[in-house]
């Protein structure tokens, strides 16, 4: 039994990969960003990490989206209709919903089936209303299923409503149980009986359930938590092309998504639904706290999704707008944009280190700011080889694994600091663009495989390449898609939690494991990051690996995750089933200092030992 043993592992060292890291010559990085990029991407915002309930809450329109009745549906009869009233809400809610019983008794009013339907918890929710109208009696709050009927919970609020004049109610609930699906709605009803005036009119219809960190107007817990597995950052907001617009008049205009809701117009979004800028500036900056990100603002420069470039002599205005969007980040509180965000309850500035400006080329005219890097939102390889120091390149790659293989020494004689603003494994190996029928529709592990080759290419040159950032597709499944998606992101996630401060130099060549070597200075750690791609006849890839300064018999942790036999298996967050396996195991350097391991096809890893240098341990 024994002799067998020894004998596989001698055939087994006959070829292993003898990787040897140096303890100096490497760069000090400060930690390689592992981030996102947020926008309101089919419904990422709106309907995802935005956790109102309530969809067109507020009937809103623009160029692109006329004011609709989509998600309401009248109760006992009430004749639902849209009213742009003489003394609107507000100037930016101008259109709002009259509600007309049609019978002198019992409940009357509506009810909203939210995106694609009301969660329903036995938490705490709040909501608020403005009606207009002379109402005397109770308004009642619900949510209830919309396949039987059966009500979850509900509240009475008493009316405040007056004849011309819009009067704000609020109310909170908890559930007495938790729904058995997500197919509920909220409704509000009224008594007929009690109502003066002929109808009332409803505008600004809200309801939350509890949100991340109980932030009002704030973002989802579960998505936000599913969020910081991936130990982000780095976040680079608003897009993307949601940050453009479709044409120069509907670009992300961040003045008018601050301040009270009513006030907040919404516009027309990129991807095909009128939006209602409900997540805004101040939220999106919350947020990026909340998480401990820190940021990547990304301002309009002028260039739109139609082609409208705004002509260099003209750009003054956006200039203007992008120098006050930074004064609001990060100016003292008595200063003009500071004031507002203090009135808005953060005197406190945020920082902010970066920020990235649209494809136009106005950054050599730009203000400097020393302690600000500004990003080109074009790379070296887009054609922008003369980015000014110490102005930065965005390098966006959506592709196949074999791409990322092919690339890993891309940035390694790249002088020009970058950013990798977007990437995907979006297409297998031979297939084309986004269009050609065969994106794939959830992230698979041959594609994961292939981005973590190219994290690794990045973290590699983290002293040039300060992050890499993934589209976070956060909608109403919660899942996290995308770049990663679901589960398949667990390369990411896995990378992300073992952060690299110092990169260290080793003496062996790539091809077909792909590896980062480095030290985290505040832990004192060694870490070793690899991901194998098509080895030999697909074996397993025994490795060798010793750190100068590592010393025998010490403790290290290795996580190995490993795919199915298909490339294309997934981890599928619809049926649950999850293909990646995850090991993990405690191995031990031997009396060299050498860490001996094996790794299979198409699998990531990561070493990471435990924790300061061990005594040396008695010779034997
Ligand atoms: C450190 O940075 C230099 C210059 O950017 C680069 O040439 C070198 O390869 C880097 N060393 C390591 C170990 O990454
Ligand atoms: C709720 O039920 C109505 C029919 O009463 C249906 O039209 C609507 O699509 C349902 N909503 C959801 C989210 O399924
Ligand atoms: C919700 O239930 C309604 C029937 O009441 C049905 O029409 C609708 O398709 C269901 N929606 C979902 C998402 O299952
Ligand atoms: C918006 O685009 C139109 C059409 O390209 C152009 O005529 C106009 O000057 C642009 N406006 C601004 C402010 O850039
Ligand atoms: C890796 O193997 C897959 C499947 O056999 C193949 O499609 C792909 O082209 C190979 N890539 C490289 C770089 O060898
Ligand atoms: C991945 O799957 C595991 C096991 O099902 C789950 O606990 C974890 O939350 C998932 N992570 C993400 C980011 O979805
Ligand atoms: C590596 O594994 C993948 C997935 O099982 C497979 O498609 C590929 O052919 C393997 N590579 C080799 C060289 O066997
Ligand atoms: C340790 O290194 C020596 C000298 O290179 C070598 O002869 C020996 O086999 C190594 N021991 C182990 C356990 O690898």
Same mark, same amino acid.
């Given at each position: ?46 309907? *995802? ?22 998600? =309401? ?48 918890? $036995? ?35 008493? %009316? ?5 004049? =819009? !009067?704000?109610?609020? @109310?909170?609930?908890?559930?007495? /149980? ?7 709605? @909220? ?9 003066? %005036? ?5 505008? &600004? ?5 509890? +949100? @991340? ?10 998505? !936000? ?9 780095? #976040? ?34 990129? =991807? ?101 890097? !500004? ?28 791409? =990322?293989?092919?690339?890993?020494? /891309? @940035? ?26 065969? &994106? ?26 300060? *992050? ?50 480095? /030290? ?7 870490? #070793? ?46 049926? *649950?089933?999850?293909? $990646?396996?995850? +090991? ?10 050498? #860490? ?25």
């Amino acid at each position: 039994m024994k002799r067998v043993l020894l004998g596989l592992l001698a055939t087994t060292a006959a070829s292993a990969i003898d990787i040897g890291v140096s303890s100096k010559g490497g760069n000090v990085t400060g930690g390689f960003h592992y981030g996102f990029l947020h926008e309101d991407i089919d419904n990422s915002g709106d309907g *995802g990490l935005y956790a109102e309930l309530i969809r067109n809450r507020a009937f809103q329109s623009s160029e692109g989206y006329p004011s609709s009745l989509d998600g =309401w549906y009248s109760i006992n009869g009430a004749k639902l209709s849209l009213k742009a009233l003489d003394e609107p809400l507000s100037k930016a809610l101008s259109t709002s919903m009259n509600v007309a019983p049609t019978s002198t008794g019992g409940q009357v009013g509506f009810f909203n089936d939210g995106y694609w339907g009301v969660d329903v918890k $036995v938490q705490k929710y709040s909501g608020s209303f403005w009606v207009r109208g002379d109402y005397r009696g109770v308004f009642t709050a619900s949510v209830q299923s919309n396949i039987t009927g059966e009500q979850f919970g509900s509240t009475k609020i008493k %009316s405040r409503a007056q004849a011309n004049e =819009w !009067v704000q109610h609020e @109310f909170t609930f908890t559930p007495h /149980k938790n729904a058995p699906s997500s197919n509920n709605t @909220f409704a509000i009803t009224f008594e007929a009986a009690g109502l003066k %005036s002929a109808s009332l009119d409803f505008n &600004l219809i809200s309801l939350f359930p509890p +949100t @991340f960190k109980g932030r009002k107007n704030g973002m989802r817990t579960d998505i !936000v938590e599913a969020l910081e597995q991936f130990h982000p950052t780095l #976040f680079r907001f608003p897009g993307g092309n949601m940050l453009e617009g479709r044409t120069n008049t509907s670009y992300w205009d961040w003045k008018i998504s601050i301040g009270p809701l009513e006030d907040r117009p919404g516009f027309s979004g990129v =991807w095909n639904y009128q939006q209602t800028n409900g997540l805004g500036f101040f939220e999106y900056l919350q947020f990026a706290e909340d998480l401990g990100m820190e940021i990547i603002l990304a301002v309009y420069a002028g260039l739109s999704l139609n082609g409208d470039v705004t002509p260099k002599d003209q750009l003054q205005p956006f200039i203007d707008d992008a120098l006050d969007q930074i004064e609001f980040i990060r100016g003292p509180p008595d200063s003009k944009w500071g004031a507002v965000r203090a009135s808005l309850g953060h005197p406190q500035p945020w920082k902010l280190e970066y920020v990235e400006v649209g494809n136009e080329d106005w950054l050599a005219g730009a203000p400097e700011d020393p302690d600000i890097r !500004v990003i080109s939102s074009g790379s070296v390889y887009d054609g922008y080889d003369s980015i000014p120091s110490p102005g930065a390149g965005d390098y966006h790659l959506y592709t196949e694994p074999d791409t =990322w293989v092919a690339d890993f020494g /891309k @940035f390694d004689n790249v002088e020009t600091p970058h950013i990798i603003g977007e990437m995907a494994s979006t297409f297998p190996n031979g297939g084309t663009g986004w269009d050609s029928g065969v &994106l794939r529709p959830l992230p698979w592990w041959g594609g994961a495989v292939g981005e973590a080759v190219a994290l690794i290419s990045y973290e590699r040159n983290a002293d040039r390449v300060l *992050g890499a950032l993934f589209m976070a597709m956060v909608n109403h499944y919660a899942t996290i898609c995308g770049r990663s998606g679901s589960n398949d992101s667990l390369d990411e996630l896995l990378m992300a939690a073992h952060p690299i401060t110092e990169t260290l130099p080793a003496n062996s060549d790539f091809d077909p494991l792909y590896y980062v070597a480095g /030290k985290n200075d505040k832990t004192d750690a060694h870490i #070793f990051k690899a991901a194998v791609y098509n080895s030999t006849d697909g074996a397993d890839v025994p490795v060798k690996l010793t750190f100068d300064g590592v010393v025998a018999d010490t403790a290290a942790e290795l996580t190995v995750l490993s795919g199915p036999e298909d490339p294309y298996g997934v981890n599928d967050p619809f049926t *649950g089933v999850n293909v $990646v396996k995850t +090991t993990k195991t405690t191995i031990r350097s031997d009396r060299n200092g050498t #860490f001996s391991f094996s790794l299979p096809n198409l699998s990531v890893a990561v070493l990471e030992t435990k924790g300061k240098r061990k005594a040396v341990r008695q010779q034997w």
